[in-house]
């Protein structure tokens, strides 16, 4: 065959074609390689509202739902010392500011000595029965070492502090930040307080958006 100008063309070799088809495959199958890693790549929880847990029965459930309202999560148990005193405390709180724009959110865990050894439906019953909570009552969960409940340790990685005991309890703003938080003894009074005043400003910031 002859180029213009009466000239021969030099047509590649078939090892040129080979390498040729090698490097195009290579550049194709990176490109799909880098595509594949941002898709799955998953996404990190921004905030305490991003999570999913399980229920007392085991079901999946995206805290989502309690986003724009304040949350104190508390990690809870049957047979402490503080047990009593706080479950009708919190419940009490609960009750009074209502599911508008609060919740008590519990979850049990058996970290800490023997104080919680029930699976997790007779933990909600047991609470449910003596102390008549209507709170919400989560799945057992751990909060200590590797196996640490991912939505409970985005709670003591944003205050920098891991519970020592039962009924610690965090205060979560809104958009799912952490704002507060006490340990198992301290008075309920200070507690109150806090959730009145972030549960004041929910309600003042919708009444100005109507």
């Known amino acids: 065959m002859e180029a213009l100008g009466g000239y021969p063309t030099r047509s590649s070799s078939p090892k040129a ?31 305490f509202y991003s999570f999913e847990v399980k229920d007392a029965k085991g079901r999946s459930v995206s805290l989502e739902k309690y986003r724009g309202k304040a949350s104190l999560v508390v990690n809870v148990a049957s047979h402490s010392e503080h047990t009593e005193s706080n479950y009708r405390s919190l419940q009490e709180l609960h009750r009074e500011l209502g599911t508008s724009h609060f919740n008590v959110l519990a ?16 933990i909600e019953a047991f609470a449910k029965l003596n102390y008549g909570v209507t709170f919400p009552f989560f799945s057992k969960i751990r909060i200590l070492g590797s196996e640490a409940e991912p939505a409970f340790k985005f709670l003591t990685d944003s205050v920098q502090k891991i519970p020592k005991w039962n009924f610690w309890k965090f205060l979560v703003n809104p958009d799912g930040k952490v704002v507060h938080f006490w340990k198992a003894d301290e008075p309920i009074e200070s507690i109150r307080q806090e959730v009145n005043a972030l549960v004041r400003q929910i309600i003042i910031k919708k009444r100005s958006e109507l």
């Open 17 to 47: 074609k080979k390498l040729t088809v090698f490097l195009s495959m290579t550049v194709c199958v990176g490109c799909l390689f880098l595509l594949q890693t941002q898709l799955v790549k998953p996404r990190k929880p921004k905030d």
């Open 107 to 122: 979850f049990p865990c058996g970290q800490f000595g023997d104080t919680e050894t029930g699976h997790s439906r007779d």
